[in-house]
Each structure stands twice: as structure tokens, then as C-alpha cells.
């Protein structure tokens, strides 16, 4: 096993309720923590390290499969970091692409959380490239955040949306795993 890489952490935050833990590398890449990752697609915590290590699971590989045909590298990364009080902890990483790749497995998964985030940052490049057609300059991060949570929750749930505040939209998105899906499988 190779060796953690001291990355530095923060926390990106799609809108307030809906972060995932980000790491910048000493080469300047950014990952995704893979708790973080799967918890955000609407998974159980575990998901993405289920899938990415099957053997140590006893778990078939058909889901790591299915994310290699999209161009997933299940290339992880063990980093170490520090907390803000001077705590080291450790974490796997994935990177970005490989985190694109998991939003698209779960969106053909029809995992609500992950339809609504492939909606979100669609919608926000969408905008940004016709604002600059346009022109325009770029929406602020805090615009992209309302807009992004404004589209994240339509599509959790159309029709109250509007009524519902962000911990009932994120409850209704992010379930984790039914106790029937557990390990990939359908318990009966």
C-alpha cells in the first residue's frame, strides 16, 4: 500500500446541509473523500468502499464494474491532514473525475440524490456559459449555492419544494442505503 500524501482539507459546501470533505494535493489536484462522496449520491457511508474494494467485503464486483465502463479508475488516494485543532486524521480519497463518474453511475442508478446533483452542477454550467455568451459576468458563489440548492431540491421534490426546508429535502435525498440494498444486495 502506498504511502498517505499530506493533503490539506476543507469542506466543500454545495449548500448549507449538503458538503462532502475536499482535499487539495501538493500537485494542486483536488479529491473527494469517499465517505463523503457516497453519502452525498444518496448511499450508505460505506458505498463507495464496498465497491472500490469488493474482495475485502465478500461482495461482487458487478458495481465497480458498471463504474469502470463509465471511465472510473477506482484509483484511491490515502491522505493524512490536520484538523483546525491540530488533530492528524487519515482518509481515501478519489479524484474528482472518478467522483464525476460515481454521479453519473447514480444518476443511471436512478438515485434521487445523485439525479439531483448531475441537475444542479448542469444547471450551473449551463448558466455560467450563456452568462458569458451573453457578456455577463459569473454568478457569486452565494448565487450559485441558491441556485444550485433551488434545483437540487426541485428535483428531490418536485412539487412541495418550496414549503419544505433544507433538512426535509435533504432527509427526502440522502436516505443512505434501505436495509434491503445493504452490500449491493436484495435481501429478501
Same mark, same amino acid.
Given at each position: ?15 448549507e ?25 444518496g ?12 474482495h475485502?467485503?465478500? /461482495?461482487?464486483p ?7 465502463e463509465?471511465?472510473?479508475?477506482? /484509483? ?5 491532514s490536520?484538523?483546525s ?5 487519515s482518509?481515501?480519497t478519489?479524484?474528482?473525475?472518478d ?8 444518476t ?5 440524490a445523485?439525479i ?7 444547471k450551473l454550467?449551463?448558466i ?5 455568451a451573453f ?6 458563489i ?6 444550485f440548492y ?5 428535483s ?5 419544494w ?17 436495509? /434491503? ?8
Amino acid at each position: 500500500m502506498e504511502q498517505p500524501i499530506y493533503a490539506e482539507r476543507a469542506t466543500v459546501i454545495f449548500f448549507e446541509g449538503l458538503t462532502v470533505d475536499g482535499y487539495r494535493m501538493p500537485d494542486g489536484s483536488f479529491r473527494a473523500g469517499l465517505i463523503g462522496a457516497s453519502l452525498v449520491l444518496g448511499y450508505g457511508k460505506d458505498w463507495l468502499q464496498r465497491a472500490v474494494k469488493p474482495h475485502l467485503v465478500n /461482495h461482487t464486483p458487478t458495481t465497480l464494474a458498471n463504474l469502470k465502463e463509465i471511465g472510473f479508475t477506482s /484509483h484511491l488516494v490515502s491522505i493524512v491532514s490536520t484538523t483546525s485543532q491540530g488533530n492528524t486524521f487519515s482518509d481515501e480519497t478519489i479524484s474528482l473525475d472518478d467522483f464525476q463518474c460515481c454521479i453519473i453511475y447514480g444518476t443511471q442508478s436512478k438515485r434521487k440524490a445523485a439525479i439531483a446533483l448531475n441537475r444542479g452542477f448542469t444547471k450551473l454550467a449551463l448558466i455560467d456559459f450563456f452568462r458569458d455568451a451573453f457578456g455577463e459576468s459569473p454568478l457569486t458563489i452565494d448565487q450559485k449555492r441558491e441556485l444550485f440548492y433551488q434545483e437540487y431540491a426541485s428535483s428531490i421534490s418536485p412539487e412541495c419544494w418550496r414549503e419544505m426546508d433544507r433538512r426535509d429535502i435533504i432527509a427526502l435525498a440522502l436516505t443512505g442505503d434501505e436495509p /434491503h440494498l445493504q452490500y449491493g444486495l436484495w435481501n429478501q
